[in-house]
């Protein structure tokens, strides 16, 4: 046998057995006479004493780190007890030991601490995969991935795969190709997600489906997202939104409880799209601390329902210019900092004003203690005007309001950044805090005046509410003035989806699905894909809704980051095994790479110059 037990096993309970381990030298302590090696495999980390003859040895033929060996001996009970790691009470008297391979100088140290940069530990992952830290964290996947797949089939789902080489689709990303050698000129497409096949699965009678798949992503890389990543993709028939929303809650309960032990609040918090755009500026809240956005100013179509806050009685006409003139106003209000000092204040508005966030400054009140107003546009306005707008944001004497101006998405974007900021160097964005929430009555259709026609919000397959559907097929999407489009009924339009989110991030999203023919031709008319167009690319699903296509809807959940979140992490880069850098490069592989020529003429491809 190669070994006996592992290196994470032994205790008092095997005094005196003689044992046989097999593992990486972690650590060699030489005290004169005698040596202490801290052998390393998967389970733990054992002890070895090394006495007498078999260190004389030593002086001759020294171990290295990350020399793996075989050890033989006896186990003993220690007299320095180490209660940090389980093998701590015992030891290994080594009797002789066999060196499996020997191993260079690591180019980091291969412990939690390590002082091997993010470039170096990519280029070695293999040696960076030796951590216990990132082993925990591929542990804690594997929980994952576990967990949902018991809870899944328990509630009847079957997991089925679908291809990889597919056909390129519209998903809203760029698409990964593939040339086709036998098919000269032709390329598959690497599926952005394997939205139509769940579908058509659906049309099958699969009723409930999974999948835990790879999806890719040609986008530009922003921090922290990965061309190829992993969605825990579902679909079920014969349901409708509260279906759905009700078994992926008990999905992600289930989850957090066998993963990490926490108890998930049920039901998760519901919004409206609308509300989190107006209290929080953005479509995934993170709801760990409320400060909500008081908006002073805000009219444009997104917030039908909502109306600005400022009381009348303090109507800001012939104020400050710059309100005057702002498309938005925007404000937060911060508890207990009327005090914070002019450094304080200027520091913020230097972080406001940095090109990531783009705002041209911020203007304040502090609301004093003694219950007077203090703002940086006091020569504007009057007190009573002021003290409305600190009313308008429910402030308190010694709290601070903080205000944006400006375009209304940029100033909107830049206000959700800052009220995570300033949250966060409050200490109130908690790594063991969990709040999940449901978004939902996102609008079907966004504008784009730059490309001038509608753009689906999720995806083309997402459902209108029902009482929207009637709206989207008695209308046509064509708009003849596009500085109008916010007249036009599809302005109106709500999707039948939801994203759930998780402590500020998306974590899954999905919709009821079209299943009619007449409406997805209807959805991909709105979206401007001619009838050619449809048929050449969407043929095989329109032709599906021919023969019984039942009602159905899914969700996608983003495992990379979802184990992130679990594990503590803002990177989802440590719980994938083998992660792309920021440039979308594999640095161990040296992937993207050049290809011969042979290689290329074989696939029919020259490249230009
Ligand atoms: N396929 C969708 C996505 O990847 C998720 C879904 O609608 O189920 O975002």
Request: proline fraction near 5%.
């Amino acid at each position: 046998m190669f070994r006996t037990h592992s290196c994470g096993e032994l205790s008092v309970a095997h005094l005196n057995q003689k044992v046989t381990l097999a593992g990486w030298v972690q650590t060699i302590r030489k005290f004169g006479a005698i040596t202490f090696v801290d052998l390393r495999d998967r389970y733990g980390i054992t002890q070895l004493v090394i006495g007498d003859e078999i260190n004389n040895h030593l002086d001759n033929n020294p171990l290295g780190r990350e020399f793996v060996i075989q050890a033989f001996g006896f186990v003993r009970e220690r007299s320095n007890k180490n209660k940090n790691i389980p093998t701590g009470d015992i030891e290994v008297n080594l009797e002789s030991y066999i060196v499996l391979n020997s191993a260079a100088v690591p180019p980091f140290t291969i412990q939690d601490d390590t002082d091997g940069g993010d470039d170096l530990r990519m280029k070695y992952r293999y040696l960076d995969l030796r951590r216990s830290c990132i082993k925990n964290n591929l542990l804690l996947r594997y929980a994952v991935t576990r967990s949902v797949r018991n809870f899944l089939h328990e509630q009847q789902f079957i997991d089925i795969e679908t291809p990889f080489l597919i056909k390129s689709t519209p998903e809203g990303a760029r698409d990964f190709v593939v040339p086709s050698r036998m098919n000269p000129h032709e390329f598959y497409a690497l599926p952005q997600s394997p939205q139509t096949f769940k579908q058509l699965l659906m049309v099958s009678g699969y009723d409930r489906y999974y999948q835990i798949v790879k999806c890719f992503r040609d986008e530009d890389l922003r921090s922290d997202r990965q061309p190829e990543f992993t969605q825990i993709d579902c679909e079920m028939s014969f349901v409708q939104q509260e279906d759905i929303l009700d078994t992926f809650e008990r999905l992600v309960k289930c989850v957090f409880k066998e993963v990490i032990n926490i108890d998930l609040k049920e039901p998760f918090e519901r919004m409206s799209w609308e509300d989190a755009m107006w209290y929080y500026g953005n479509d995934k809240p993170d709801t760990r601390f409320a400060m909500p956005i008081t908006n002073l100013k805000v009219p444009t179509w997104i917030f039908k329902n909502k109306q600005t806050l400022i009381p009348k009685t303090c109507v800001l006409e012939n104020g400050f210019p710059v309100f005057d003139q702002a498309e938005t106003i925007l404000a937060i209000t911060i508890p207990n900092a009327s005090e914070y000092s002019r450094k304080q204040l200027d520091e913020l508005t230097e972080w406001v004003k940095r090109p990531q966030i783009g705002m041209n400054g911020m203007a304040y009140i502090k609301y004093q203690k003694d219950g007077n107003c203090k703002s940086s546009f006091d020569k504007f306005y009057n007190a009573d005007n002021i003290m409305g707008i600190a009313s308008a944001c429910s402030a308190k004497p010694d709290d601070l309001i903080l205000i944006l101006v400006g375009k209304e998405e940029k100033t909107r974007k830049a206000m959700s950044e800052l009220r995570l900021d300033i949250n966060a160097r409050m200490g109130n964005r908690k790594k063991n805090e969990y709040k999940v929430l449901w978004i939902l009555d996102f609008p079907l259709f966004e504008y784009s005046e730059d490309e001038n026609r509608w753009i689906a919000k999720h995806h083309p397959f997402t459902a209108p509410h029902p009482h929207d559907i009637d709206t989207m097929l008695n209308n046509k999407p064509a708009i003849d003035n596009p500085h109008e489009y916010l007249k036009h009924p599809y302005c109106n339009l709500k999707a039948n989806a939801y994203d759930m989110v998780l402590n500020g991030n998306e974590i899954g999203g999905g919709s009821i699905r079209i299943h009619k023919k007449e409406l997805q031709e209807k959805m991909f008319e709105s979206l401007g894909i001619s009838e050619d167009e449809q048929k050449k690319q969407f043929g095989f699903l329109l032709n599906a809704f021919e023969y019984g296509a039942p009602p159905h809807g899914g969700i996608a959940f983003g495992l990379d980051r979802l184990c992130a979140l679990l594990g503590g992490s803002e990177s989802i880069r440590d719980f994938i095994a083998f992660p792309k850098n920021n440039a979308g490069r594999d640095t161990m592989l040296n992937s993207p790479d050049f290809l011969e020529v042979k290689q290329l003429s074989e696939l029919n491809i020259e490249l230009k110059k």
